[in-house]
């Protein structure tokens, strides 16, 4: 693999890494476990919770969609980290990750109305697809 594929794929994993742990900083912040952790989390817990208002979920359910955030972005860390180490197929196992977390993210904003997250989350798609071509191009 080369230099170019090994550095995007250390920089995909590494911001897969954070929204992770600003996720679960989140989390523990919304759950009242953590509230110390407010000024690093991600916020998301919010507005997953407006976005979700009119089926009136209760807090549980917005903490533990939230919690799979995190796992799936912890898991294609991980699988983006090992990639950028050498691990082809770790590799597209973080990217597979990755598209389908984000493009859950923008078919959800979109069955919502929230068209203006939903093109954040498939600008984020496409920078993933984009990535996983030019890496597999490069091997």
Request: hydrophobic share 55%.
């Amino acid at each position: 693999m080369r230099s170019v594929s090994r550095m995007v794929l250390t920089i995909l994993a590494t911001w897969q890494g954070l929204a992770a742990i600003q996720n679960l900083a989140d989390v523990l912040v919304e759950a009242d476990l953590a509230p110390q952790l407010r000024p690093v989390a991600s916020k998301n817990y919010p507005m997953i919770a407006d976005l979700l208002a009119p089926l009136h979920p209760p807090r549980e359910l917005v903490l533990g969609l939230l919690t799979g955030c995190a796992a799936v972005e912890t898991l294609a860390a991980v699988a983006l980290a090992r990639g950028a180490s050498g691990d082809r197929e770790r590799a597209e196992n973080g990217f597979a990750l990755s598209l389908g977390l984000f493009g859950a993210f923008f078919l959800i904003d979109d069955a919502f109305d929230a068209y203006e997250m939903g093109a954040k989350h498939r600008d984020a798609f496409v920078l993933f697809l984009a990535a996983a071509v030019a890496v597999r191009l490069e091997a």
